[in-house]
Structure formats: C-alpha cells, structure tokens
C-alpha cells in the first residue's frame, strides 16, 4: 500500500538516512530460493525491496538481470508466481514496502484492474512499468490508484524539465532516477553528476528520489546515499546468485552477505552530515 511506502520514507528522514533498496528476480534461482532470500532481505539490511518479474524481453536490463530472469523463466517463475512469492513473504512482515519492477506485456494479459486488485491483496506497495511512458499509463494509473498501490516512474539523465513534469505527474510513493544513460549493470554511477539531478527531481515531484542503475560496491552506495533518498542495487546481487550456482555456494547465504555489507555502507553514509 501506498501508507507503507511513505511511512518508510517519513520514518528514514527522521533517522537522516537514505534507504537501501535490493533488487532481486522472483524465481532466481527457483522459488524456493528466492522466497529464502526476500524473507532474509529486511533483517540483512533492506529498508524497501525492489521485486522484479521475469520477463522475456527486457529492454532495460543488462546481461546480468536478463540471465536472472531467464533462470527465473526455466523454473516456471510467472507473474502469478511472483504474487504467491509476495503473499508468502507478508506472512511473516507486514512492515517492508515492495515494490515490482517489469514490463507491460504480462500486465496487459493479466488485465490492468485484476491485477492492481490481486497485486494490492498480495501485498505490494508499488509497481515500476519500465516501458509503459506516461502517455499511455492512464488505465494502468486509475486501476492502481483505486487499488491503493503507488505507480512509481523512471526518469533519467535525458529526462529534460518539460518531460519531467509529465514524468512526475501521477506518481507516487518514490521517483525512480535512473543514473546513467543506459541499461542496468553496465555503466557506474557518479554521485557528483547524479546529484543535481536528484535535487531537480526532488523538487518537481515533492517526493523522495531512489536511485539505481550503476551501484555495484559499498563505497558507491554510500556516495550515492549521500546525495539521494534510496539507493537501488540490483545486477550486483543477481551476480552473486550466478558465482554461487557456478561456485556450488548457499545462494541465500551469498546474496544476504552482499546486501548486509551495501546496507551498512548505506546506512554509515551520512554519519555528521545533518542534511542531504
């Protein structure tokens, strides 16, 4: 829900700090797995929980996600099953926000209004559509809203101060700043150039400003943290998935270990500083 998301966010300001947002793939490396590793995120460090849904083709994500997600795919992972890997996190937290990140294709078969009403029954608090753009968001914006699940959208290094304004427009919950022109896994993130735009976003939308894209090693997330409201890291852990199906390691125990060590990074990263 909606209150979720802006209860973490108000909660963090009060304690100065940026949130750390892990993504992982529903399903990677089977569900069994990945349920082990969302049920462990929070305690490992994880403020909010980026989720994403595996999808054949997607556009945004660099090699590392679009292995993750075929992975998730070979083991039967679908967008129902990501709800049910949802449900059985809620069991036992009902504080965390998630949020689900995809594509509009399995959204669109599903059907905009059941879906927002099954993803809100689930437990989600947030969807990112990475190729829905605002122009045509409008039926997926009103089944959400009715639902009380936020829509949260991208903008980028290209994203102008007239397209923000569309951008930010029905947005809710967080604005997802994507740090490099680029997709996910590629390019590094600079905290020098990502902060004014963080700022410029932070004042078109009045909301707080995650960013992503680019963050791979601790001393880049406490840069970022520094500058932005949340830090998103996400090929760096499904990285850690692969090395420890090649290493024959405890995915779980190897995921949880990265996101502890960001985490702390995150959290250690405005220590002295009293504003961002």
Do not use: C
């Not at 849904?53 to 992975?71: H, K, N, T, V, W």
């Not at 070979?74 to 937290?93: I, N, Q, S």
């Not at 024959?248 to 995921?255: L, Q």
């Amino acid at each position: 829900m909606k209150a979720r998301i802006e209860a973490r966010f108000a909660d963090l300001k009060r304690q100065g700090r940026a949130a750390f947002v892990p993504y992982v793939m529903a399903g990677d490396p089977d569900a069994a797995t990945a349920l082990a590793i969302l049920k462990g995120l929070p305690g490992a460090g994880a403020d909010l929980i980026e989720l994403g849904f595996p999808f054949s083709d997607p556009m945004a994500e660099g090699p590392p996600i679009q292995r993750s997600a075929l992975r998730a795919l070979d083991k039967g992972m679908t967008l129902a099953g990501t709800l049910e890997l949802v449900r059985g996190f809620r069991a036992g937290d009902q504080t965390t926000p998630i949020v689900l990140m995809g594509y509009t294709n399995p959204l669109l078969t599903w059907g905009y209004q059941a879906f927002a009403v099954d993803a809100a029954e689930a437990g989600i608090d947030g969807l990112i559509v990475v190729d829905l753009p605002p122009e045509e968001a409008t039926p997926l914006a009103d089944a959400l809203d009715a639902a009380g699940v936020s829509l949260i959208r991208l903008a980028t290094p290209t994203t102008d101060d007239a397209r923000l304004k569309v951008v930010v427009r029905r947005t809710s919950g967080f604005v997802y700043y994507v740090s490099v022109a680029g997709v996910t896994g590629v390019k590094d993130a600079d905290a020098a150039a990502v902060a004014p735009h963080v700022e410029r976003v932070r004042k078109a939308s009045g909301l707080p400003v995650a960013v992503g894209f680019g963050i791979k090693t601790p001393e880049t997330a406490s840069a970022i943290a520094r500058v932005a409201d949340a830090v998103v890291v996400g090929s760096a852990l499904v990285d850690e998935v692969a090395e420890a199906i090649r290493m024959n390691e405890d995915v779980t125990a190897r995921v949880l270990s990265k996101v502890n060590s960001l985490a702390k990074a995150v959290r250690s990263a405005r220590v002295g500083q009293t504003t961002v």
